[in-house]
């Protein structure tokens, strides 16, 4: 596959990449479990270049070989399970 900024690849690193409020708003969350990158699904309406929406569709995290299996690989993914839910709905709390 080809993740690219033009098909809603956003790195944590540089959040000007990020194309609205929405997709800032999440980066802000996904730095606090060490993502490397987002890629976004996004909305547009006719004639416009900002997305009016923006879905979170694959976190990326580049880590070695070595990283799994071990007690920190196990930590992120209680993280992981855990946020999922409270990273929409911290989002959604902040939009509105």
Request: glycine fraction near 2%.
């Amino acid at each position: 596959m080809d993740y690219k900024e033009e098909n809603g690849l956003v790195l944590c690193q540089d959040q000007s990449m990020a194309k609205n409020n929405s997709e800032v708003l999440y980066i802000y969350e996904a730095r606090k479990l060490d993502m490397n990158a987002v890629l976004f699904r996004r909305y547009f309406r006719d004639g416009e270049d900002i997305p009016y929406k923006s879905e979170p569709a694959v976190c990326i995290f580049q880590k070695d070989d070595s990283f799994f299996n071990t007690a920190e690989h196990t930590a992120l993914h209680a993280k992981l399970w855990s946020a999922s839910e409270t990273l929409l709905k911290e989002m959604r709390e902040s939009i509105l």
